[in-house]
Each structure stands twice: as C-alpha cells, then as structure tokens.
C-alpha cells in the first residue's frame, strides 16, 4: 500500500479509502490509485479493514449443484444484484446431501458472512439451529416451507406439479405416471413426487405409476431408463410427469428409439424450462419456475434486509408458468 501512495502521490490512507467505494475520495484520486494499484499489480488486503468495520462484504449461498442450468441461473441473478453493493457471492454446494450441507453452513458461518442464503426448507436439525443462531439474515429459497428461518423467496413444487395433473386429467387423460429421482435426496423432487400423488388423488386415479430413477440430480440416461421400465411394466401410460426436463428428454429418446409416438401414443413433461426442452424434437412442454428471477428477488432483499428497510421476515411467493408445447399435443 505505502508503494501504491507514493507512485500515486497521496497518503496511505487515502490509497485505503479509495479501494473502499462508502468512503469519500475524490473520482479524479481514486482513478490514480487504481491505476498506481494496476501498474504494480496491487491487491488490497482487506482483512484488517474488515475486522474494525465488522463486515465481509459476501453473501454465502449453498446450491444442490453446480452444474444445473436452474441453480446457476439463480446464483447469476443473485450475483448480479449484488454486485452494484460491492458484494460478492461465497458459493458452496451441497451435492443434495442435508448433512453435507450441515457441515457447509457451520464452514461459511466462521467467514462471517453478511447474509446466509440456503436453497429448499428441509435441513438437519444442527443445521437449523445453526441458521437461527447466526444473527444474520437467513433466506431459504426454491420452496416455501411451512416453518421457515426467516426470509423465504421460492414457490411450492408440489402445487406446480399439481396443475400439470389437473391440466392433463381435464385433456381426458387418466393413466399418468411420474420418473423422479431418490426422495430422500432431493427435497424439491420429493415434492413434486407428492404433488402428483396428492392431484391423482384428489381427482380419484391411480397414483401408483411411480418410477425411481436414482440418486439426483437425474441425469438423460436415467430418464431414459425409466421411461423403459415404465412401458415394460405399464404399457398403457398415457402421459408421464418427469422431475426435470433433463430426465424428460431422456425419457423421450428413449420413446423414438422403441417407436413410441410422442405425443400420439404418450406424453412427456418435464420440469425447469431447460434450454434442451425448447430445441428438442417434440418440444417438451415443461414449467418455469423462473430461476432467475428466485436470484434477483433474493438480491433485493438481502439490500433490503441489510439496510434496515425490511424488518420482518419477509415470504417472497414465485409463481411458476405451465408451458404446454409439442410433447403434450
């Protein structure tokens, strides 16, 4: 730092405050520290500055994957409304392991972040008690749990799955079946899996046509190999509900590699709106549950909630869009 002042001709104080965007140096100084910074290869350690202010200025986030379009979509638009505040996104990622992300949260909370952000409602017991007890801003997002922390921004798979159902009933369909993955793993699949047992239901059908298709996230090859177990066993499916759009297409392929008519003899859905489910041929008809938006919408209220102008904990609902395309007719 004190080589960053004296290239740039100021105190290294000053070459302090202008790496800090909340303290007042003027535009024309701060463009000469930085480029006395660039010219030196300079990084400012701001470990001793946060330790007086008390701030770290990241947000921790845990996420199921690092490779599902969904979650990265979310994690962009978090990122991105943020980053107008100087703050900077800690990622971690749970593998769709409640106790792995236990161990994770205790991790982040050493680093003192300034707000917490977990993905689901569902956590070990520990990992509970850890949230509550962080006297941070906790948000749960892609649910709407019945007992939440404290901030929620998401929406409920079970119901969105459950208008899917209803729509396909109400086309005179009545033999459906559903591909999902592990339901101990995956909480959000776990209630979409519930949503459509519940619509079967509630509609008076058989909610028995269940295909496991293993550990989460499910991949095209496992969709695909559930699709077979299912026309090998229930042959007379009319329509099946998959868990993610990425297991739907897999089920679909599967469909055009026996020679089964896709919507003419069965329908596929899926669940994401993945770009996959726009470009496949049928086009997958499929629900949005608009990734980014949980991303945007959990940005504005971390600002919020860090600014003193959100109080209470606040339930964010997203409300997710039913696509209806070429694979459903």
Not at 21 to 36: C, F, M, N, Q, Y
Not at 96 to 122: C, F, K, N, S, W
Not at 283 to 293: C, D, G, S, V, Y
């Amino acid at each position: 730092m004190a080589d960053v002042a004296r290239l740039a001709g100021v105190s290294p104080m000053t070459v302090s405050r202008a790496f800090r965007t909340d303290r007042p140096v003027s535009a024309a100084t701060r463009r000469a520290i930085l480029k006395a910074a660039d010219d030196l290869g300079y990084v400012f350690d701001s470990t001793a500055s946060n330790l007086r202010s008390q701030r770290t200025d990241f947000i921790a986030v845990t996420i199921p994957s690092i490779n599902n379009a969904n979650f990265a979509e979310t994690v962009r638009g978090l990122s991105d409304g943020l980053k107008p505040r100087g703050l900077q996104v800690l990622l971690g990622y749970t593998d769709y392991d409640m106790a792995e992300e236990e161990h994770l949260i205790g991790q982040l909370l050493r680093r003192r972040p300034e707000a917490v952000v977990v993905t689901g409602g569902r956590h070990t017991p520990r990992a509970r008690r850890l949230l509550e007890n962080a006297d941070i801003p906790v948000v749960e997002i892609w649910d709407l749990p019945d007992d939440p922390i404290g901030h929620v921004v998401g929406f409920s798979n079970a119901r969105a799955v459950q208008g899917m159902v209803d729509h396909f009933v109400a086309r005179g369909l009545t033999r459906i079946g559903f591909i999902g993955g592990d339901a101990t793993r995956d909480t959000r699949g776990a209630d979409r899996r519930a949503g459509f047992v519940a619509a079967m239901q509630a509609q008076g059908l058989d909610a028995t046509r269940l295909i496991a298709a293993g550990p989460p996230p499910i991949s095209m090859r496992e969709g695909a190999d559930a699709m077979a177990r299912l026309l090998e066993t229930l042959p007379d499916t009319q329509a099946v509900i998959c868990v993610s759009d990425l297991s739907a297409f897999g089920a679909l392929t599967e469909c055009q590699r026996r020679g089964v008519e896709v919507p003419g003899r069965v329908w596929i859905a899926g669940f994401g709106d993945y770009e996959i489910a726009g470009i496949a041929v049928p086009a997958l008809t499929t629900i949005n549950p608009f990734p980014r938006e949980i991303g945007t919408r959990t940005a504005a209220l971390i600002l919020d909630v860090l600014d003193g102008r959100q109080c209470t904990p606040a339930r964010l609902a997203i409300s997710p869009d039913l696509l209806l395309r070429q694979s459903t007719g």
